[in-house]
């Protein structure tokens, strides 16, 4: 038996070395990150005259309060207890704020987007100014500001007035609730249990559309068969590449990841389903607990480089499957390029579409962590069936 090429161990040293680059590496070398942290009876406070520059991180399990400026960098909170984390009338964040809390008060400017998560409520004060888009969530949202992007609201009762610059989408699982004279600058979607009633002053530039879900799959898809069939030529095209080369420089590590799928294939896919889920939760412990932001953004771009590098091994793992059906020898950037090409045109399908990335999703990043974890010889494939007699 072949044993498993270096290069296989090398993979998982490039991979975390590549996303530990992004995640500490070079924007945060210009100003030095700031992390702030408090345990269970402090509530870390930044006062109206403070000024910081850089990645900065707010960590307590009491509240957080922020009312200076962030002259540089994005602003990351998060909070537990009951107090509500309380983004001031005089704070300021010269690019993105992002927090998960219980519950959310924002009442200052962020130049950028704010994108963030509230358990309990959530409040976008009137005198508040978004500069770029807004993603919330909560179990009782109220938006009054100024939002001048897109703007996205996840909630069970929601209302919402002020103005918004660009496309609002709204969903709202009890109630929703446009405020007099409320201003929408582009299309309003909304997913509610009823038909909005709408205020004779309330102002809609594009059109008002009641879905039934908020982010169809094909929303913006191609209309025809044909036109699928190019999107998905298209898409093979663009992801060869990349394919090959990964191939070309881990054979090894793919070779067993896919020995993987055919061999165990219910084993990878529990596997699969386990890393999907224990993935994100550890991110969210290393941020929420422990203080780790490098450590969960890590987590984060390993959860992400997984779920990307798993359409290209069970690409090689189905193109090996349909050379072995056609008898033909199996080689790995034929296998490599045949799997993907079905792939693409098994994606442009509507019914097989979400069966194909949901198997290429489980199984794929299964076999990957099994593989990261495997030790010994690689098994050979399994002997090609010999031909009945007389054929």
């Known amino acids: 038996m072949n044993r498993i090429p270096d290069n296989r161990r090398v993979f998982p040293a490039v991979f975390l070395l590549a996303t530990l680059l992004l995640a500490v590496g070079a924007p945060q070398a210009a100003a030095k990150p700031h992390l702030h942290l408090a345990g269970d009876t402090n509530v870390l406070a930044m ?137 929408f600058g582009g299309d309003l979607d909304y997913v509610a249990p009823r038909p909005l009633v709408l205020d004779k002053s309330v102002r809609i530039d594009g059109a008002c559309t009641r879905r039934r879900v908020l982010f169809p ?29 990964v191939l070309w420089l881990f054979p090894g590590y793919l070779g067993l990841a896919t020995w993987h799928i055919r061999a165990t294939p219910w084993r990878t896919l529990w596997t699969g389903f386990a890393a999907l889920v224990a993935i994100p939760l550890m991110a969210g412990v290393a941020l929420l607990l422990t203080g780790g932001v490098s450590l969960a953004l890590l987590l984060g771009g390993a959860y992400f480089a997984l779920m990307y590098l798993s359409r290209i091994v069970f ?26 090409f079905a792939w693409h045109l098994g994606t442009a399908v509507p019914l097989l579409s979400g069966f194909l990335h949901s198997a290429t999703l489980l199984l794929g990043m299964g076999s990957m962590v099994l593989a990261l974890f495997s030790r010994g010889p690689f098994p050979p494939p399994p002997p090609r069936p010999s031909p009945p007699p007389g054929a």
């Open 47 to 183: 006062a109206e005259d403070e000024l910081l520059s850089g990645e900065s991180a707010w960590v307590s399990l009491s509240g957080v309060d922020l009312a200076g400026t962030l002259l540089s960098g994005d602003a990351w909170v998060a909070a537990g207890g009951q107090r509500p984390f309380t983004f001031a009338s005089s704070a300021r964040v010269a690019q993105d704020l992002r927090f998960a809390v219980p519950s959310a008060i924002l009442e200052g400017t962020v130049d950028g987007n704010a994108c963030g998560f509230s358990a309990l409520a959530f409040r976008l004060a009137p005198q508040a100014k978004i500069g770029g888009d807004l993603l919330v969530s909560g179990d009782d949202v109220l938006c009054e500001g100024a939002v001048h992007g897109e703007t996205v609201v996840f909630g069970r009762n929601v209302t919402l007035s002020g103005s918004y610059g660009g496309r609002v989408r709204v969903q709202a699982t009890k109630e929703l609730r446009i405020a007099p004279g409320t201003v």
């Open 217 to 245: 799959l094909f929303e913006r898809g191609p209309d025809t068969f044909r036109q699928r069939l190019q999107s998905a030529g298209r898409a093979f095209f663009g992801s060869i590449f990349a394919t090959l080369l």
């Open 315 to 340: 690409s090689i793992w189905l193109g090996g499957t349909l050379l072995l059906f056609l008898r033909k020898k199996v080689r790995a950037f034929a296998a490599a390029a045949i799997g993907l």
